[in-house]
């Protein structure tokens, strides 16, 4: 959810929503108006982009009317702004006009900076609208969105839901909405199965999670969604290398050193070394030789030596799975 | 004659190309007097193709045999053979500033459709002097199919002066539709005493220093003069024969494999940094904004640039995996030492610098663990060929080598 700092009044004279995410962005602008409609019914609202704001415009827009009716100006991609424009803006928040509302979106970044810094120096309310890129951050928003319809759902429903759709957070708030208009009581997972089904993300990396395990079905199934949504082959044989890689490196790696060089000798983030530590039981030295040597098969096969590289990536994945377990 | 200096060991194939300059020289010779051209069957042919194993001096020989086609010396209306190496002809083309003497080499991975058909086109041209137009393919290997396929009709029928001369590796590398359009001829592997007897001669590089490397490199002039020369490469060369014994554990084999991928990156990216960076800057100036004018690129010319760095790009892949392949052979010829060890033949190994470790490996495995090796280098360089990322073929390798 949008995060508010500072002031929490959505008719500051000045609210500037940071970020690429379009959905918060959009919300954070419908909030404003919202707010402003409440206060005063006739508001009026201009929604603006870059190339409809030419120099002049804002001062236009913003002098005082007749009727000193309320205005809420939203200005989109502020960061996009020419010079001119710019100028205009600073000026304006130097001086702002009471009865306006000013929502400036930017997406953050070094473009247009200095816009962004003479804002907050005015004192704007910040509204924080990043890009989520953890799966938590989704599932955390999924959770939220129902807890502000006010409904209850399990934390499997969620999750199911998340897989189903994916990384589109427009997406995800849209099946929440419907979710909660649509179904009575919690929402489970077998309601989420009713009307999602499927996987609309899968990677690599979490293939080869699977597969370094010896969890040879799920690792299947998983391969079959990434190749499903078109996941590059050559990325899946990547992933798959690297993972047998890191058990190699650290299964030969010295037992007693410190996390923190053993990070530096092998190249990997020290979160990666747990990880990769529990994968690494049940492999044995010949298991990780022969993965590897099928995985550079899968990626000759990938890149076009082989007839079906949909087959030969599972027979990889089959080959590392058996290996996971070759110490049992 | 002289032209033919730097072609070493190759008797038979000289003695083949001397007579087709002569009968080349008398056809120039009758037409230039107006006179009939010679009845008599000549030893000449509009397109040629140079086999041989690397190192043998394949596209040496096409620049001899384009300068022998080229030579304009006096000596040639008292019976002496063209190929002076010092009339305008032969010089101008062995320093390659001969007007009609076009050398195609890339430095990509291969030769694409869209430089073909200009140079089919070029190749219709008559020569500028009056005697032969000559085109030496020196990749010819690298032609893509549809490249090939281009040429075709250019290498069977071309204009009455035009020469073709195509160097590959070996017969199979090009189209077999190329293959049957052009006259063969088949360059031996130098011996070892001729390399280095050629590298104190002409190089000036000790004796003992040009023995070792000739015998290191098996036959490959460039190789060894480079070897030789260059004190970089003797110890990269040292480094990838030092690895077979590094094979004892998986972490070896990762390392080892990471170390090889690292050091051919590492040569790539050297080779980058001196030409890279030179010829985006002449390109910047060539499109107006040179450094210290202090400017913006001008509008439109993001193009031009972006093909340069991909171009750039798709030179940095080609040394890289060079490097990489002269390593493989390096360590293939190795086990070729250690497999002639233990087989007892009398062939003198070649890479007498790491004798220890040749027969300590020869005296831990049978024949059949060495064989299974070669076989392995041999398939990660096919890997290497079909595209396969380079770090993952390596250790695919090296683990192989262990496993033996």
Redesign the interface.
């Known amino acids: 959810m949008a995060k508010k700092t500072s002031t929490d009044d959505p008719l500051a004279p000045v609210t500037l929503a940071v970020g690429q995410e379009e959905l918060l962005l959009d919300r954070a602008v419908a909030q404003v108006v919202a707010a402003a409609r409440a206060a005063d019914s006739d508001t009026d609202v201009r929604d603006l982009t870059p190339d409809a704001l030419q120099p002049g415009t804002l001062a236009e827009l913003v002098s005082p009317s007749l009727f000193a009716e309320r205005k809420v100006v939203v200005v989109r991609a502020a960061q996009d702004l020419s010079a001119d424009t710019v100028k205009d803006v600073k000026a304006y928040l130097d001086a702002p006009a009471e009865e306006i509302t000013l929502v400036l979106l930017h997406a953050g970044g070094a473009k247009g900076k200095g816009l962004l810094d003479a804002a907050r120096k005015a004192g704007a309310r910040e509204v924080a609208c990043p890009k989520m890129t953890k799966p938590a951050d989704r599932l955390a928003f999924v959770r939220a969105e129902f807890r502000t319809v006010g409904r209850s759902a399990t934390p499997e429903a969620c999750q199911s839901l998340v897989d189903a759709i994916g990384s589109d957070l427009r997406e995800l708030a849209s099946a929440c909405a419907q979710l909660a208009a649509d179904v009575d009581g919690t929402i489970d997972e077998a309601v989420v199965a009713r009307y999602y089904t499927g996987r609309a993300e899968a990677t690599g990396f979490e293939v080869a999670d699977l597969a370094v395990t010896g969890r040879t079905a799920e690792a299947l199934e998983r391969l079959r969604w990434a190749l499903a949504v078109g996941q590059p082959l ?1 990325g899946i ?2 992933a798959l ?1 690297s993972g047998v ?1 890191a058990i ?2 650290l ?3 010295p037992r007693g050193a410190r996390p923190g060089d053993l990070a530096r000798e092998l190249g990997m983030p020290p979160w990666k070394i747990d990880r990769v530590r529990q994968q690494m039981r049940g492999w044995s ?2 298991g ?2 022969a993965a ?2 099928a ?3 899968a ?2 096969a990938v ?3 082989g007839a079906d590289p949909a087959y030969a990536l599972e027979k990889a994945v089959v080959t590392i799975a058996r290996a996971a377990r070759s110490r049992r | 004659m002289a032209v033919w200096d730097d072609l070493i060991g190759q008797q038979p194939v000289i003695a083949q190309l001397t007579a087709a300059a002569r009968d080349a020289d008398a056809l120039v010779t009758a037409a230039a007097e107006g006179a009939e051209p010679p009845r008599a069957a000549s030893k000449m042919t509009h397109a040629w193709l140079f086999t041989g194993p690397p190192g043998a001096g394949r596209s040496t020989a096409a620049r001899a045999f384009a300068a022998a086609l080229q030579c304009v010396s006096p000596d040639r209306a008292l019976g002496g053979a063209p190929g002076c190496g010092f009339c305008d002809g032969c010089h101008t083309t062995l320093v390659g500033t001969h007007a009609d003497v076009e050398v195609v080499a890339t430095d990509q991975l291969s030769i694409g459709v869209k430089d073909t058909r200009d140079l089919v086109r070029r190749s219709s041209m008559s020569p500028a002097n009056g005697r032969w137009q000559v085109i030496v393919m020196a990749d010819a290997d690298r032609l893509t199919e549809g490249a090939g396929n281009v040429l075709l009709k250019a290498v069977e029928e071309p204009a009455p002066r035009t020469v073709w001369l195509l160097c590959a590796p070996s017969i199979e590398d090009v189209l077999p539709t190329i293959r049957s359009r052009c006259r063969h001829l088949n360059l031996r592997t130098p011996p070892v005493d001729a390399v280095a007897d050629v590298l104190v001669r002409r190089d000036g590089i000790e004796p003992e220093l040009a023995a070792t490397v000739a015998r290191a490199t098996q036959g490959h002039i460039d190789r060894a003069r480079r070897l030789a020369t260059d004190e970089r490469a003797r110890e990269r060369r040292a480094a990838v024969l030092r690895l077979p014994l590094q094979l004892d554990d998986i972490g070896g084999c990762l390392k080892a494999a990471q170390m090889l991928v690292d050091s051919a990156t590492e040569d790539a990216k050297q080779v980058a940094e001196e030409v890279d960076a030179k010829e985006t800057e002449e390109l910047r100036a060539a499109l107006g904004a040179a450094a210290g004018t202090g400017g913006r690129m001008p509008r439109g010319t993001a193009g031009a640039m972006k093909e340069l760095a991909d171009r750039q790009k798709r030179r940095s892949t080609r040394t890289q995996r060079d490097t990489l392949d002269l390593a493989l052979t390096d360590l293939a010829g190795f086990y070729r030492d250690v497999l002639a060890v233990q087989l007892g033949t009398s062939t003198p190994i070649a890479n007498t610098e790491v004798r220890d470790a040749i027969t300590r490996i020869a005296a831990n495995g049978r024949p059949e663990n060495t064989l299974r090796r070669i076989e392995a280098v041999l398939a990660c360089r096919e890997a290497l060929d079909s595209n396969v990322a380079p770090l993952l073929a390596v250790e695919a390798m090296t683990m192989a080598l262990r496993a033996g």
């Open positions: 050559p044989t990547f290398a890689r190699g490196k299964a030969t790696a030295g010949d990780v030789a590897l040597r995985v550079a098969e990626d000759a890149k076009g030596a």
